[in-house]
């Protein structure tokens, strides 16, 4: 992705355009234009629509112009302005490990015991797919308990990777809770009298008409019938296809889209460089925690920072790697947060394909944004002064920043 984006920009410059007008001109589109070099339709594209929000959001020209007339204004600090886009294919692309399965207890006092085959590693999942139960039964999430992965459970777990924790294993879960509830409502249906589609489950009571019980009373009455409160869940994602011999097939069910525009200002004396500011606006489908996927993104963004501008890999002579630890090896820190840094989830915009209440993969997808920033430094760079190319490698540390400079203005 950095180096289509760097013959974009170069392109661009030459042509006295902005990367987003070659940009546009590149998008994919109707057919013939949807098709992947890996021969997929793209039937889900919206990357025009979510570009066109952000840019309208934080009124994109009017902040290139103050750019502009900073740079103008100021001779030693320069600043720069870039926007990303960002298509990310959401699947394993080896289809044995898009699959899930979960198991899912009821208990007679209303309780329900969850387990999944995804592993909890601080981003959210036990949440999210704890959710999905509570939100089948109508009940509290308070009453679900999530205990720890382990293959006695479930067996045989897929990776959780690949930004598809949330999509698989929710969909197992909601398969179990499905199953239990298709079984508790025969029962509520008999214990009322009434047809089955007259049954509904809301705010921990199960209904027929004005008539309700809890669903704790519920659960008991089928225990009490001899009806299992018990289901393995299972799932395994829909139309994906890989030949790894040619290279083509449908590998991603789906895509996430985001777009970005970050400002950055350089010290065109030291190459030192700031992050100003960061507009994020990221396709998370119908989002299903957004407070959960708002934290995903902004994590993913500073993530993505350092990776392209101060995680920079070395070693010496002898080929001993010496950036090994925090005194040398540099990650992003509170400090190198931009302090202006909006994230926006995209309205109304459910997954076209049917994943678990039709949201989307979110944790790896918001951190490509970050290719916003480096653009963002080259077009800083380009402000400095001279005409030549702009060359930069990534991380743009900043001692690159200020050997860019110097190549530039040399030329």
Not at 302 to 320: A, K, P
Not at 343 to 355: D, G, H, K, M, Q
Not at 388 to 399: F, K, R, V
Not at 402 to 411: K, M, T
């Amino acid at each position: 992705m950095i180096a289509i984006e760097t013959i974009i920009d170069a392109i661009a410059r030459q042509l006295g355009v902005s990367n987003d007008d070659v940009r546009r001109a590149n998008y994919y589109s109707a057919a013939p234009r949807n098709v992947t070099p890996y021969k997929m339709e793209v039937e889900d594209n919206i990357i025009e629509q979510v570009m066109d929000e952000l840019a309208a959001d934080v009124k994109l020209k009017e902040w290139r112009a103050e750019i502009d007339a900073f740079n103008r204004e100021n001779g030693v600090l320069k600043k720069g302005l870039a926007t990303m886009p960002v298509k990310f294919g959401i699947s394993f692309n080896r289809p044995a490990l898009n699959q899930a399965g979960a198991l899912v207890h009821v208990y007679t006092d209303g309780s329900v015991l969850l387990n999944h085959g995804g592993t909890e590693m601080g981003q959210g999942l036990f949440i999210k797919i704890a959710q999905v139960v509570a939100e089948t039964f109508q009940i509290d999430i308070d009453k679900i308990r999530v205990s720890a992965t382990s293959t006695a459970k479930v067996p045989n777990t897929s990776p959780t990777a690949a930004s598809s924790g949330s999509d698989l294993n929710g969909m197992a879960a909601l398969n179990a809770a499905e199953q239990i509830k298709a079984r508790m409502i025969t029962i509520a249906a008999v214990h009322f009298k009434v047809d089955e589609n007259e049954i509904f489950f809301a705010a921990n009571r199960v209904y027929a008409g004005n008539r309700s019980i809890s669903f704790p009373e519920l659960a008991q009455m089928s225990w009490e019938s001899r009806v299992s409160l018990s289901a393995a869940g299972y799932y395994k994602t829909p139309k994906i296809h890989w030949d790894l011999g040619t290279g083509t097939g449908r590998p991603f069910y789906y895509f996430v889209y985001g777009a970005a525009a970050a400002e950055v200002v350089i010290d065109t004396l030291t190459g030192e460089m700031r992050v100003l500011r960061a507009e994020l606006l990221e396709d998370c489908g119908k989002s299903l925690n957004p407070a959960i996927d708002l934290g995903q993104i902004e994590g993913a963004f500073v993530q993505g920072m350092g990776w392209l501008t101060s995680e920079e890999l070395w070693w010496d002579e002898h080929g001993r790697l010496k950036t090994h630890g925090p005194s040398t090896y540099k990650i992003p820190g509170s400090r190198d947060v931009p302090p202006v840094f909006n994230v926006r989830i995209l309205e109304n915009a459910p997954n076209r394909e049917a994943t678990v209440f039709r949201s989307k993969a979110v944790g790896e997808p918001p951190l490509m944004l970050a290719i916003s920033v480096w653009l963002a430094i080259r077009d800083a760079i380009a402000a400095s002064g001279g005409s030549g190319s702009i060359e930069i490698d990534a991380p743009a540390t900043p001692e690159r920043i200020l050997d860019a400079i110097y190549r530039r203005r040399a030329s």
